[in-house]
T-cell receptor, first 115, second 111 residues
Framework: NAGVTQTPKFQVLKTGQSMTLQCAQD?????MYWYRQDPGMGLRLIYY???????DKGEVPNGYNVSRLNKREFSLRLESAAPSQTSVYFC??????????????FGSGTRLTVV | GQQVMQIPQYQHVQEGEDFTTYCNSS?????IQWYKQRPGGHPVFLIQ?????EVKKQKRLTFQFGEAKKNSSLHITATQTTDVGTYFC???????????FGRGTSLIVHP
């Protein structure tokens, strides 16, 4: 039972390059999320997907796009990376029943550096 | 928008001492979740509190949800080096199911 799997674990990009962070969960959760974590800033929501076929902006969506490919997979794309996007990125999923969130399961993270 | 404030930002303790982190919200919360993140790791869900005044225990960890559902605390009794990490609270309110995270309290335990 892998839980939430993120790839890659580490990445260095040059300013202006693009890349896609991959995330897959095997817990049959409906909802998936992308967070970024910066020192002293806690976890900030970038985008989320309440269910397959839907995506919504979170607190810090600028410079990112997402795709909910199917129920299992939710990818995050940086079209033109900037140094301000240097961060640790976490994908998460959660079981939802109505409006009740049973708590997140996080992936192990992607440590991204943009130079 | 909803804000969740967490204090202190850092806490140094000697092994065996107690530790408490506090979480305060600007709005009434539907529920509050607590997570632990080990250094270099990812957040791991610990517990969710839903009821006003609720108290839950997990071994040496005690979680409380305030009567007004605007604050919460996590208390660790007799800390161990395995308790090292950052503890986050995450509160949900206003009909949303997306929690807002506090900035976390980093616990450093000196042996």
């Amino acid at each position: 039972n892998a839980g939430v799997t993120q790839t890659p674990k580490f990445q260095v990009l040059k300013t202006g390059q693009s890349m896609t962070l991959q995330c897959a969960q095997d817990m049959n959760h409906n909802s998936m999320y992308w967070y970024r974590q910066d020192p002293g800033m806690g976890l900030r929501l970038i985008y989320y997907s309440a269910s397959e076929g839907t995506t919504d902006k979170g607190e810090v969506p600028n410079g990112y796009n997402v795709s909910r490919l199917n129920k299992r997979e939710f990818s995050l794309r940086l079209e033109s990376a900037a140094p301000s996007q240097t961060s640790v990125y976490f994908c998460a999923s959660s079981e939802m029943r109505g409006n009740y969130n049973y708590g997140y399961t996080f992936g192990s993270g992607t440590r991204l550096t943009v130079v | 928008g909803q804000q969740v404030m967490q204090i202190p930002q850092y806490q140094h303790v000697q092994e065996g001492e107690d530790f408490t982190t506090y979480c305060n919200s600007s709005t009434t919360l539907s529920n509050i979740q607590w997570y632990k993140q080990r250094p270099g790791g990812h957040p791991v869900f610990l517990i969710q509190l839903v009821k006003s005044g609720e108290v839950k225990k997990q071994k040496r960890l005690t979680f409380q949800f305030g009567e007004a559902k605007k604050n919460s605390s996590l208390h660790i009794t007799a800390t161990q080096t395995t308790d090292v990490g950052t503890y986050f609270c995450a509160g949900t309110s206003g009909g949303s199911y997306i929690p807002t995270f506090g900035r976390g309290t980093s616990l450093i335990v000196h042996p």
